[in-house]
């Protein structure tokens, strides 16, 4: 198993307009072989001193997968080549953090 944090750095002002395209793609990602678990996340204000500023303009995707190879399936399937094309204006950048349970 892999979890995968993505980051998404949206325009300003425009994190609903991406959120409502990403919600589109769930439920089909979800049906992907290999999906484990697979939402949308934003910051939340805690007052925790060790948190981080919350960022306005980020969404981080919490996903979870049964291997790499679901992973890589997930990145080149149709649903997801039309939903990139879709956020293409909407994201200034993204980055990715895979890790393994240790």
């Known amino acids: 198993m892999i979890y995968v944090i993505a980051t998404v ?17 769930v439920p089909q990602v979800r049906k992907e072989a290999g999906c484990i ?7 939340v204000n805690t007052g925790i001193p060790a948190q981080q500023p919350v960022r306005d303009n980020v969404v981080t ?5 049964e291997s790499i ?11 997801m080549t039309t939903y990139f094309t879709k956020v293409k204006d909407l994201v200034v950048g993204t980055k990715i ?3 393994r349970p240790v």
């Open 9 to 25: 750095d949206v325009v300003d002002g425009k994190r609903s307009d991406f959120l409502e395209e990403f919600r589109k793609v």
């Open 37 to 43: 678990e697979y939402g949308p996340t934003m910051d």
């Open 61 to 65: 995707i919490m996903e979870k997968w």
């Open 69 to 79: 190879e679901a992973l890589q399936a997930h990145l080149t399937a149709p649903h």
């Open 97 to 99: 953090e895979i890790l």
